[in-house]
């Protein structure tokens, strides 16, 4: 997971405020999870892309804009349930088991799976064209290794 890297900008997550979180809402974070929060000291340098299928079988390149630091995550918690329930006509089988932990091109969110047969994947709610909820990766540890950097345009290329 040492491909994300922080500009320190922000505090550092200790054991004790993962705890906290924990014991808060009632969950275990994943153990990778667990690790990249510790890890995680401010705002993500650098520009990361991942693949998604759409409809069709299409892949769609996504910009990660962020992965969210435990605050944050904390700060969203109820605005990502009440989401949830809100876009809840099949695509969240079960709202309260998901929950915002990123974002990507387009203000689509990344989900994390906390219950269950979800727990600890990641999933993209794509809602800009058409509301699609599916699984990208089946732990987060997964998903760090499919980020890719940009791609360079062919005018880049011919430089």
Request: net charge negative; glycine share 8%.
């Amino acid at each position: 997971m040492q491909k994300l890297k922080f500009d320190n900008d922000g505090p550092v997550t200790t054991e004790a405020d993962i705890l906290h979180f924990e014991q808060k809402y009632k969950l275990r974070l994943p153990e990778d999870y667990r690790h990249f929060l510790l890890n995680r000291t401010g705002s993500m340098e650098g520009t990361w892309w991942f693949d998604s299928i759409g409809e069709d079988e299409y892949v769609l390149g996504n910009e990660l804009e962020d992965i969210y630091s435990l605050n944050e995550v904390d700060e969203m918690w109820d605005y990502h349930i009440s989401f949830c329930r809100e876009f809840d006509e099949g695509y969240f089988p079960e709202p309260e088991s998901f929950h915002g932990v990123g974002l990507a091109n387009g203000g689509n969110n990344l989900f994390m799976g906390f219950d269950k047969e979800y727990y600890g994947k990641i999933y993209l709610f794509c809602y800009e064209m058409y509301p699609d909820f599916h699984l990208l990766a089946n732990s987060f540890t997964e998903f760090i290794e499919m980020l890719r950097p940009p791609e360079r345009s062919e005018e880049e290329g011919a430089q």
